[in-house]
Nanobody, 126 residues
Framework: VQLQASGGGLMRAGGSLRLSCAAS????????MGWFRQAPGTEREFVAG????????RYADSVKGRFTISRDNAKNTIYLQMDSLKPEDSAVYYC????????????????????WGQGTKVTVSS
């Protein structure tokens, strides 16, 4: 599967951005989809993930209540709505796909994910 992330940019603290990730190549419903991010000098960390079955999602504690992940299965696309942005949210954001099936576990471990997009940069100014 191929992933194409978009939507990053520069935003002031308190503002909002929406990231998109379009998937192509295989049956979208078979994939658990996730967003990760990586700031300079840090490891890539889990942000949010969602599966097809039941629309179950999970979030990192640092973004819970501010970010919302969703998926449009008709468009083979996932989104990350980021509200109340903070400077510490600045990073390159990556979407990822795990061939875990429609009811697969939503993992926060990057090694579980099989495919990765190219990343989109988010910068939040104070």
């Amino acid at each position: 599967v191929q992933l194409q992330a978009s939507g990053g940019g520069l935003m002031r603290a308190g503002g909002s951005l929406r990231l998109s990730c379009a998937a192509s190549g295989r049956t979208f419903s078979n994939y658990v989809m996730g967003w990760f991010r990586q700031a300079p000098g840090t490891e890539r960390e889990f942000v949010a993930g969602i599966r097809y079955g039941g629309g179950y999602s999970r979030y990192a504690d640092s973004v819970k209540g501010r970010f919302t992940i969703s998926r449009d299965n008709a468009k083979n696309t996932i989104y990350l709505q980021m509200d109340s942005l903070k400077p510490e949210d600045s990073a390159v954001y990556y979407c990822a796909a795990d061939f875990g099936g429609p009811w697969g576990a939503v993992s926060d471990r990057r090694e579980i994910y099989d495919y990765w997009g190219q990343g989109t940069k988010v910068t939040v100014s104070s």
